[in-house]
């Protein structure tokens, strides 16, 4: 049984993704980022940077108990622990890896300062918007580029899909018209129809 530290966040829908995937046994715990849960000393215990997600694998390395924050090292020990979605030899890890990169890096921050500074921020400052506009549109067309060809970012589907898809879905909110990177646009739907991806952002508490 793995514990699920989670709001529904596209950070929290990575994981719900990646466990109904694999079909691992989870249990979700609720942390409510508007309430300021992810304060609490006892999430803290777990995720030190008071960030969803996080979890604890009651069945860790030795039949142990073990916790992981950060979504991108999440996913990654999941790939492990069940040898699904995260290739064993080195060429095709380091493919995905950097596309998990990508995302952690460049991708996911991005486009949250957009969300923030087109949909949150009580102040609209025309500088802000136009730089994340600028350059989530500029990671929409790396992504489009890299998707000719082929239909998922590192050959096969992988826990850097995972990673990347939730991301994608609030489009809307990021000044984002999907007609411009059809790859993408593409890409969304193709994952979208996918069953457990389906079940795991039915999962909503935010």
């Known amino acids: 049984m793995i514990d699920l530290y989670y709001?529904?966040?596209?950070?929290?829908?990575?994981?719900?993704?990646?466990?109904?995937?694999?079909?691992?046994?989870?249990?979700?715990?609720?942390?409510?980022?508007?309430?300021?849960?992810?304060?609490?000393?006892?999430?803290?215990?777990?995720?030190?940077?008071?960030?969803?997600?996080?979890?604890?694998?009651q069945?860790?390395?030795?039949?142990?108990?073990?916790?992981v924050f950060e979504s991108g090292a999440i996913l990654q020990y999941l790939g492990r622990k069940t040898g699904l979605f995260y290739p064993t030899d080195e060429q095709s890890r380091v493919e995905v890896e950097q596309w998990l990169m990508w995302q952690m890096g460049g991708l996911g921050p991005m486009l949250g300062q957009n969300h923030?500074?087109?949909?949150?921020?009580?102040?609209?400052?025309?500088?802000?918007?136009?730089?994340?506009?600028?350059e989530t549109k500029r990671l929409y067309g790396v992504l489009d580029k890299q998707l000719v060809g082929q239909n998922y970012?590192?050959?096969?589907?992988?826990?850097?899909?995972?990673?990347?898809v939730p991301w994608l879905l609030r489009y809307e909110w990021q000044s984002i018209d999907l007609d411009e990177f059809p790859n993408v646009k593409a890409y969304i739907e193709r994952i979208q129809a996918r069953p457990a991806v389906q079940k795991a952002l039915s999962i909503q508490l935010a």
């Not at 990575?14 to 999430?43: C, R, S, V």
């Not at 923030?116 to 600028?134: D, L």
């Open 7 to 57: 709001w529904g966040t596209p950070n929290g829908h990575k994981i719900t993704i990646a466990l109904e995937e694999m079909g691992l046994e989870y249990q979700i715990f609720p942390i409510n980022i508007l309430e300021n849960d992810q304060f609490q000393p006892d999430f803290l215990n777990i995720s030190p940077n008071n960030k969803i997600p996080a979890i604890v694998d």
């Open 59 to 67: 069945n860790g390395p030795q039949q142990k108990p073990i916790s």
């Open 116 to 134: 923030h500074f087109n949909k949150f921020a009580k102040e609209k400052i025309p500088y802000a918007i136009q730089r994340y506009v600028t």
């Open 153 to 164: 970012v590192a050959g096969d589907y992988s826990i850097a899909d995972m990673a990347i």
